[in-house]
């Protein structure tokens, strides 16, 4: 069900102006990739910061931008996926920010 709300949501968003719910070619290259559309960059950094923003103020803070998904370390192996996953994200941070 979610898949399909994320699908809905990404074809709404590279429906262009006037929305008619019908995909043009260039229309539909933007719902495939969504990476070579600026506003479906947009739309996508929006979705990432909602998923992460663990507090709700729409901003990432260093915890939020290290952390993985809720759920992902069940065990030792996992935990250590989890620490290098968190050093590698916050050297990201650290340097982009």
Known sequence: QEVLENLKDRWYQADSPPSDLLLTEDE??????????RGMLKFMAKEIVRDLDQDGDKQLSLPEFI??????????????????????????FEELI
Request: hydrophobic share 30%; aromatic share 8%.
């Open 28 to 37: 539909f290259l933007s719902f495939l990739h969504p990476e070579h559309s």
């Open 67 to 92: 952390s993985l998904p809720v759920g992902t370390v069940e065990n030792q192996q996992g935990q250590d996926i989890d620490d290098s996953w968190v050093r590698d994200r916050k050297k990201e």
